[in-house]
């Protein structure tokens, strides 16, 4: 039976039959290890003749029926959950470079973490870092002509100016060149873009945003292919970057909701970023439904029409960092603070947080400017939405 993504949401991965009695939703198992009967059957888990549970660094029942639904939703052939976005990114990269070359050609807009990444931990490990304009086709395939990555990395949609890149193509780009394309899923969701079906060979998320949705744990998957599930298994039962139970539990009972949740938000912000655009003291809006979009034509052939995510981002006018400072400061409902994708609207600064750690000068060049805000609106009544930023402008 082909179910659709809000019910696959609601069901997958529950329901394992422990005993005569079936739990409805999964229990929490916190065992750091697992008894069985005869000695001989935990001889074969060990040896990996048969699944089962062994110690909680390998798997836990939690965390694998999370993976399960997460990989209902977003396609594949394995997931691995882990305890943060940014494991889950050094994993896959790490995967994606273990038999080929150590060279990895990024997008030149990333999450700033991931970037940091690149450089403080993969580039002094001695892999080669470069930076591309992903939305610039030519310069990518450039760009893998002289880099010779042995992986490439982008964002499906990126922060904070809402780019897209040519996914599908860059899919083949890189699968000419011989190498694996990891993409961050995170601000498109598998509702947008399910980058497998794209061409990608590993989909990472971070569980802390859409995907749980409420703010309140932290969390990462990796989402592979047939060709590296292998490499990603074993490279997690050696180092144990896994999601601990409790937080599998709770990422499970958010994702049953995240279909409702994400469409009722993108639908608030497309109504919040038309209001925006209308608005005098607004100088531009960045939005993927913006019919003035540079990249509307991969958006209209990757997304659905009715989709158009839940992140926007403004300038105001005749603003520096004080007047920012205070416009943010007037604000009552929209929570002012680092994150996204959660149940309550929020608004975050790039020039103070995500974008920090950028000269100025770089800052201004890439478009990222002193008056740019960004906001992820939530599942409020977009009424209210409205009126707070109107009376905060
Ligand atoms: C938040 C985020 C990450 C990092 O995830 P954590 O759960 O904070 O480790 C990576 N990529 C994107 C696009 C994000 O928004």
Redesign the pocket.
């Known amino acids: 039976m082909s179910l659709n993504i809000d019910t696959r949401a609601v069901h997958a991965g529950d329901r394992k039959k422990p005993g005569a009695a079936v739990p409805v939703t999964t229990p929490i198992y916190s065992a750091a290890s697992y008894i069985y009967d005869e000695t001989a059957v935990l001889d074969r888990v060990f040896g990996k003749e048969i699944a089962g549970d062994s110690y909680a660094r390998y798997e836990n029942p939690t965390n694998r029926a999370l993976e399960e639904q997460l990989l209902a939703l977003e396609g594949g052939a394995g997931a691995m959950a882990c305890a943060?976005?940014?494991i889950a990114?050094q994993f896959a990269l790490q995967a994606a470079l273990l038999d080929r070359r150590k060279s990895v050609l990024a997008a030149s807009a990333l999450?700033g973490?991931?970037i940091n990444l690149l450089r403080n931990v993969f580039e002094p490990m001695g892999v080669e870092v470069t930076l591309v304009d992903i939305c610039d086709l030519e310069a990518v395939a450039q760009a893998i002509q002289e880099a010779r990555p042995g992986c490439v990395l982008m964002?499906t949609i990126s922060?904070p100016l809402l780019r897209v890149g040519a996914m599908d193509r860059i899919a083949e780009m890189a699968r000419e060149a011989g190498a694996a394309l990891v993409v961050?899923n995170?601000?498109a969701t598998p509702m947008m873009a399910r980058p497998l079906e794209l061409g990608a060979n590993l989909v990472v998320h971070?569980?802390?945003?859409y995907l749980s949705g409420h703010g309140d744990v932290?969390?990462?998957v990796i989402v592979s292919d047939e060709g590296h599930l292998d490499t990603i298994r074993t490279l997690g039962r050696t180092a144990g970057p896994l999601l601990g139970p409790f937080e599998a539990y709770l990422t499970m009972r958010g994702v049953k909701t995240f279909p409702l949740r994400f469409r009722r938000q993108c639908g608030n912000a497309r109504q919040v970023a038309a209001w925006l655009e209308s608005h005098p003291r607004v100088a531009r809006v960045n939005y993927p439904a913006a019919a003035d979009h540079p990249d509307r034509d991969v958006i209209r052939r990757l997304f659905p029409a009715d989709l158009h995510g839940a992140m926007i981002s403004f300038e105001i006018k005749d603003c520096g960092k004080p007047e920012i400072f205070a416009f943010m400061d007037r604000l009552r409902l929209v929570v002012r603070a680092t994150?996204?994708g959660d149940v309550h609207t929020m608004m975050l600064y790039p020039a103070i947080s995500s974008h920090r750690e950028i000269a100025p000068k770089q800052r201004e060049r890439m478009g990222i400017r002193d008056n740019l805000v960004r906001l992820s609106t939530g599942i409020e009544s977009v009424e209210d939405i409205v009126a707070d930023l109107e009376q905060a402008l």
Do not use: I, P, R
């Not at 971070?206 to 945003?209: A, V």
């Open positions: 943060s976005g940014m990114l999450y973490a991931t964002e922060n961050d995170t601000f971070s569980l802390t945003k932290l969390g990462g994150s996204l």
